[in-house]
């Protein structure tokens, strides 16, 4: 549209124009103000998250050498946003127990990345597509917390978790094996 909101709340341009097809995701006035708050903090809550990632990578990196951390080779000045901390366990069946018994500890995690062509919408035009890396490395992909508001000790109380659910995922597959 070529007239925005404000102006026709204040009685300006009685007439507009669509200059192409699309939807209605104007912010109303609330969240607009929500928004300009928000971005004031943004390069603060980002340097927050980029600091609580570093200390992922040294504490995970030392505990845990044989998970993979994605972003952990990418120099920090050219680092992403760090907007999540994705790790790559060894194997799916790891992740999926790693998720439930973090989540038995009290620690919130989430499953990213999964592949587009693996989305209904996507599988409804085209089923027949197969990207093995993409899907390998989907399955292995587990999200820890990673917020502006968490702490160094949060930080190194999710490492313990980690540790410690491994220690036990490890005891389960020692047990079945040995059963």
């Not at 597959?173 to 059963?179: D, F, G, K, Y």
């Given at each position: 549209?070529?007239?925005?909101?404000?102006?026709?709340?204040?009685?300006?341009?009685?007439?507009?124009?669509?200059?192409?097809?699309?939807?209605?995701?104007?912010?109303?006035?609330?969240?607009?103000?929500?928004?300009?708050?928000?971005?004031?903090?943004?390069?603060?809550?980002?340097?927050k998250?980029?600091?609580?990632?570093?200390?992922?990578?040294?504490?995970?990196?030392?505990?845990?050498?044989?998970?993979?951390?994605?972003?952990?080779s990418?120099?920090?000045?050219?680092?992403?946003?760090?907007?999540?901390?994705?790790?790559?366990?060894?194997?799916?069946?790891?992740?999926?127990?790693?998720?439930?018994?973090?989540?038995?500890?009290?620690?919130?995690?989430?499953?990213?990345?999964?592949?587009?062509?693996?989305?209904?919408?996507?599988?409804?035009?085209?089923?027949?597509?197969?990207?093995?890396?993409?899907?390998?490395?989907?399955?292995?992909?587990?999200?820890?917390?990673?917020?502006?508001?968490?702490?160094?000790?949060?930080?190194?109380?999710?490492?313990?978790?980690?540790?410690?659910?491994?220690?036990?995922?490890?005891?389960r597959?020692?047990?079945?094996?040995?059963?």
């Open positions: 549209m070529t007239v925005n909101s404000w102006d026709r709340e204040n009685g300006r341009p009685g007439h507009y124009d669509v200059t192409e097809f699309g939807f209605n995701f104007r912010f109303d006035d609330i969240r607009a103000a929500l928004g300009l708050a928000q971005l004031a903090k943004l390069a603060r809550i980002n340097l998250r980029k600091e609580l990632s570093r200390l992922y990578n040294v504490l995970l990196s030392e505990s845990e050498p044989d998970l993979v951390l994605p972003f952990a990418i120099p920090m000045e050219k680092a992403p946003s760090h907007h999540l901390y994705p790790v790559l366990f060894p194997t799916l069946e790891e992740r999926n127990t790693m998720e439930e018994l973090l989540r038995e500890d009290g620690i919130q995690t989430s499953i990213h990345y999964k592949p587009i062509h693996c989305f209904k919408a996507f599988q409804d035009v085209d089923s027949s597509t197969s990207l093995p890396v993409t899907e390998q490395f989907a399955e292995r992909e587990l999200s820890l917390p990673l917020y502006p508001s968490m702490t160094e000790s949060h930080v190194e109380s999710v490492v313990s978790a980690v540790k410690h659910c491994r220690s036990r995922f490890a005891s597959v020692r047990a079945r094996l040995t059963s």
